[in-house]
Each structure stands twice: as C-alpha cells, then as structure tokens.
C-alpha cells in the first residue's frame, strides 16, 4: 500500500492533493479511502491534523444521503459514550470489531475464488472421482491427472477403492441390463 496521501486544506476550505497538485472534493477523498489509501488531511496555517474531522463529515454525508451505514442504536450509544466510562472501552471496541470485520471479508473472498476446497474431505472425494473416471476412461487421454498405474496403495489404499469403483460399476451395469431386458 502507498503511504498516506497528504491533503492539504486552505484558508479558503479548498482541499489540495499534493500528490496531482489539484484541488479535490470530500467525494474524492472518499474514492480514495475506498481504493484503499490512507489519507490525512492538514491545516496548511496551522498544521492541525483535520482527518477525524473530514471523515466524520464524509460519514455523515453518506448517512444524510439515506446510505445508513449504522444503525440508529449504534449512533445513540456512540452518543452516549462520550458521557460514560465507556467512553475509554469504545474505541478499542470498535478498532477490534472492524479488523475482525476485514478478517471475515478477506476469508469469504477467499473461500469464494474456490468454495469447495474449504469444505471437510473435499481432496479424498476428489481423488475418488478421479479414480473413478480413470476406472470408466481406462486412463485413456494424456490429460489424465488422476492416481498413476504404478500406485502401490500408500494412498490410503487406493488400489482398495479402484476395486470398490469397479464393483459398484459392475453392479449398475447389470441392473442397466435388466432394466433394458424388462422394457423389450
């Protein structure tokens, strides 16, 4: 990630990039936000940092706009917090809650870009199957990516389930073949 893009804002109220030397709006500041940047905004007087400031505003746009992010008990109870003990828990409270938000994102994103493989047995079914197409193909194809002629087992007995395959295979042949003697 790219180090934090400095904002710089005039006694006008005119927001500066200092990285494009242009003047940008509160929208702007938001895409960047979005895009992943870090962002901090200066006074360019008297150099206080107005970040917290500009992001709340950003935030309340957004809310103003019908884009409710947060529910109105969580805006009451921040409220509150200003005048509670809690007032000191809050802010490690909500740092956690998001990181573990971000966690979970970045693990549904994850577990999206393959949802089976997070699922319990997923490689032994899929060696099963790949046993069970080179039992029906006879390993016919150069593409074959299934369990080798000269597996010897230490699979968890792989030579044990080919077996198995063909057995169940031999059985649905033959009640295929009764089937199609009873219907002539």
Same mark, same amino acid.
């Given at each position: 990630?790219?180090? #934090?893009?400095?904002? #710089?804002?005039? %006694?006008s109220r005119r927001l500066y990039n200092t990285e494009t030397s242009d003047y940008v709006t509160l929208e702007d500041i938001a895409g960047f936000i979005r895009d992943g940047r870090d962002v901090q905004i200066v006074d360019l007087k008297s150099g206080d940092d107005l970040t917290r400031q500009y992001l709340l505003q950003i935030v309340a746009e957004h809310e103003s706009r019908g884009e409710n992010v947060l529910p109105l008990d969580v805006l009451t109870d921040l409220v509150r917090s200003y005048t509670t003990q809690a007032q000191s828990v809050v802010p490690q409270f909500l740092a956690m809650s998001f990181e573990m938000l971000r966690e979970g994102q970045t693990k549904m994103i994850d577990s999206m870009t393959n949802p089976m493989s997070a699922m319990p047995g997923f490689d032994a079914m899929r060696a099963q199957q790949e %046993?069970?197409? #080179?039992?029906?193909t006879g390993g016919i194809g150069k593409g074959w990516s299934g369990p080798s002629d000269d597996d010897d087992g230490d699979e968890g007995g792989s030579d044990a389930n080919l077996d198995e395959i063909r057995q169940q295979l031999a059985a649905m042949q033959e009640q295929l073949s009764k089937m199609g003697s009873k219907k002539g």
């Open positions: 990630m790219a180090d #934090k893009l400095l904002i #710089k804002r005039y %006694a %046993a069970f197409m #080179k039992a029906m």
